[in-house]
């Protein structure tokens, strides 16, 4: 026989629910992993914060993972316990944990954000997470000590940079991106062959000072180590902020490439609800365009409006945009060990 | 309980504790490398030795391992040369600073690896100590290549492992007996002869354990080659770490940690075996 008690218990339960899902849906913890460094100290300052603004329920945990391959490597170590609910990598490495199946599909309905995002935003993941920044490779350089400053790729080769190269070699992502510039410089494509590119960076390795820059290529260029490095765009240009101005950044006129980062709903999240809605949150205008005005990432919606001072220092500027060489890293990746290989027999042997 | 048995306990700790932080870990790696990896990157789960085949069908497998044995063959003689005397030094001396010195010459172990190379690159730089000093005294016009290759790589290791030959060394001198010397130099021979026909026979059981020592630390050092190698120095070490953080390849890498774990055994066998036959 019912009770008075289980009555008004199941009565105020009635009346809670709503208030109970609303809090359950976002409430708690999640962890987001992603690089280290000034990416973080923008991502939690520009997406973060104002996401915990606005869920005040839910505490954002952001853990730095290394590399991408480092960060993929941990979501695979944690398969049957994930303690990561969303990491931001690069799209070479995504795909590798959309294959294995560390990372869920998102749909339209869970995710609404993804009918405002770019064609190639949505492309980069398939089915699973969407591209959350775009950025391309630059030439940085030491705007103090190189004169005249260097205008185009084909700059690389200049006599007086001799030993003031600092190149990212394959495997690294920089050095596979550098191979499809070189090559459609020379007038190839890379879906065809890298014959030409090989053939003109090994004339380029005996001015390259380092294949490997350590911590990277911006550093060695502010501690006087090399006047030229390889570089990301987004990074260079906010270093050049932060240093004031000794260190610029060019996009070269023979063309350049994109680095996609994609945002990676991990599967079997412990708090998947909170982690869709910060998903939701990272893709949203306003998120895209606070962390593209702080850190000049071109957005992936396709509705963020963007400051025109900082769009034109993004890949999302209609003269970038124009000059980007399309390349499909899922096809590239397929490559790399073959292009890795030539560089090591070909490019790298040839004699500091 | 018998006396033994209770003796035998007192390595249970250690032995639990290596179960879990090294043999547990270990087996995981074993379990890797017969994984397979299918062509964006994927890891497909597997009892496979098509991974073992492809590692070793490769001729850079190699290459590399020729690198790694060969940098580690010169760095330990570049470092065996310079820690003998150091080390006979320290054995002989009566000064009363003999402590000191012997905490100066084992310092370096005392800063981390990534410190030290950072030191060894401000010196041998282009724009380092060594090449500002050449340039100054008109000896050269243009810097020296001193890193990022081989050379910087060498001098780098072999002064990162001189602290552990010098203690291997120190540890050995045990036959070093004066008196033997003493009687060589009163039955006439010269200093140089009885060095070389007392103190440096003396000495092989100590030489032989240092350089198996600073051999295996050799192959085993990821720091140096990967941060003055400035991406020219392929050895083992570098390319398990790139295998396994950049490519994402864990089957390959773990392959290859294996291989390298057994050469090290193999080293060290060698070693000990060289070592027990000197001492007789």
């Known amino acids: 026989m019912p009770t008075r008690r289980l009555v008004i218990q199941a009565g105020l339960a009635t009346i809670a629910a709503p208030a109970i899902v609303r809090a359950q849906g976002l409430s708690g913890q999640i962890t987001l992993m992603s690089y280290a460094g000034i990416f973080q100290d923008n991502y939690v300052k520009t997406v973060i914060e104002p996401f915990q603004q606005a869920n005040p329920g839910v505490k954002v945990n952001y853990v730095p993972g290394g590399s991408s391959a480092q960060m993929v490597g941990s979501v695979r170590a944690q398969k049957a316990d994930p303690q990561v609910d969303i990491a931001i990598m690069d799209v070479t490495t995504s795909s590798i944990g959309n294959t294995e199946g560390l990372f869920d599909k998102l749909t339209p309905a869970e995710v609404p954000v993804l009918a405002e995002l770019l064609p190639e935003a949505r492309a980069a993941g398939g089915e699973f997470g969407p591209a959350v920044t775009f950025d391309h490779l630059v030439l940085v350089y030491d705007t103090q000590n190189l004169t005249p400053p260097i205008t185009k790729l084909a700059d690389l080769w200049r006599p007086d940079l001799k030993g003031q190269l600092a190149v990212s070699a394959p495997p690294n992502i920089q050095g596979l991106a550098l191979t499809a510039m070189v090559e459609k410089m020379e007038g190839g494509d890379y879906r065809k062959s890298i014959d030409a590119a090989i053939k003109k960076l090994r004339a380029l390795a005996p001015s390259v000072q380092t294949f490997d820059p350590n911590p990277d290529g911006y550093s060695l260029i502010l501690n006087g180590v090399v006047k030229v490095a390889t570089g990301w765009n987004a990074r260079s240009q906010l270093f050049a902020d932060q240093t004031g101005g000794k260190i610029g950044t060019l996009l070269p006129p023979e063309g350049s490439v994109f680095q996609i980062n994609t945002i990676n709903l991990t599967a079997g999240s412990k708090n998947r609800a909170a982690a869709i809605a910060f998903i939701n949150h990272a893709l949203s205008q306003g998120a895209q365009k606070a962390f593209t005005e702080r850190m000049f990432y071109a957005p992936t919606n396709g509705k963020a409006v963007i400051e025109p001072k900082a769009i034109a220092r993004t890949a999302a500027a209609p003269e970038s945009r124009a000059r980007m060489i399309g390349v499909d890293w899922n096809e590239v990746i397929k490559l790399r060990d073959q292009w890795n290989n030539r560089w090591r027999r070909e490019v790298i042997s040839a004699a500091r | ?280």
Do not use: C, H
Request: aromatic share 10%; net charge positive; no cysteine.
């Open chain 2, 1 to 280: 309980m018998t006396g033994s048995t209770r003796l035998n306990l007192l390595v249970l700790p250690a032995v639990l504790f290596l179960l879990a932080v090294y043999v547990w870990p270990t087996l995981g790696l074993f379990r890797n490398a017969f994984n397979e990896v299918g062509p964006t990157g994927a890891m497909v789960e597997a009892w496979s030795l098509k991974t073992g085949a492809e590692v070793f069908a490769d001729g850079f497998t190699f290459e590399l391992t020729l690198n790694s044995l060969w940098l580690s063959l010169t760095s330990t003689l570049i470092a065996l040369v310079l820690s003998y005397p150091v080390s006979l030094f320290l054995f002989r001396t009566n000064s009363r600073f003999r402590g000191l010195l012997a905490v100066i010459a084992i310092m370096p172990m005392l800063i981390s690896g990534v410190v030290r190379v950072f030191g060894w690159l401000a010196i041998l730089g282009d724009r380092g100590l060594v090449n500002t000093l050449a340039q100054s005294l008109g000896l050269i016009s243009t810097p020296m290549r001193l890193v990022f290759n081989w050379t910087g790589v060498t001098i780098g290791l072999a002064e990162s492992i001189m602290p552990y030959m010098i203690l291997a060394l120190l540890a050995g001198f045990g036959q070093l007996d004066r008196t033997l010397e003493e009687a060589s130099r009163s039955l006439g021979a010269t200093p140089f002869r009885t060095f070389l026909r007392v103190t440096l026979p003396l000495s092989l059981p100590a030489l032989a354990l240092a350089a198996g020592l600073g051999f295996v630390l050799s192959m085993s050092a990821y720091i140096t080659p990967k941060l003055l190698g400035g991406g020219r120095v392929f050895v083992l070490a570098t390319e398990i770490f790139e295998q396994a953080t950049t490519n994402t390849n864990w089957p390959v890498a773990a392959m290859l940690a294996i291989y390298t774990l057994g050469l090290l055994l193999l080293l060290l066998a060698i070693s000990n075996i060289a070592a027990r036959r000197l001492q007789r």
